[in-house]
């Protein structure tokens, strides 16, 4: 069974920073597709960036400019620098396959932006 941990989370204040990091037991990580996904309280799950293989990006709107997503396939880990941080960024953030997978979802990490 695929093991998926997410970390980095915490509590930030309005235009800080974090970077997650999601560790994935996938022996053929470095083949798939992956993304960031978050939920707030209350709100679905929503995309928020996606990386192919050989590391190509999207990011969703509300994360262009602000989000890098980057992967190292010989770490099989997958992060997300966040900038510029905005109250509204408050949610559990997930790592997963993109599209996601349903034996893929972790504990998530929580981020909260608060002054």
């Known amino acids: 069974q695929v093991q998926v941990v997410e970390s980095g989370g915490g509590l930030v204040q309005p235009g800080g920073s974090l970077r997650l990091s999601c560790v994935v037991s996938e022996i053929f990580f470095r083949l798939y597709d992956m993304g960031w996904y978050r939920q707030a309280a209350g709100k679905q799950r929503e995309l928020v960036a996606s990386i192919t293989g050989s590391g190509t990006t999207t990011y969703e709107d509300f994360a262009k400019g602000r989000f890098t997503i980057s992967r190292d396939n010989a770490k099989n880990t997958v992060y997300l620098q966040m900038n510029s941080l905005k109250p509204e960024d408050t949610a559990a953030y997930y790592c997963?396959?993109?599209?996601?997978?349903?034996?893929?979802w972790g504990q998530g990490t929580q981020v909260t932006v608060s002054s």
């Open positions: 997963n396959q993109y599209p996601w997978s349903t034996g893929y």
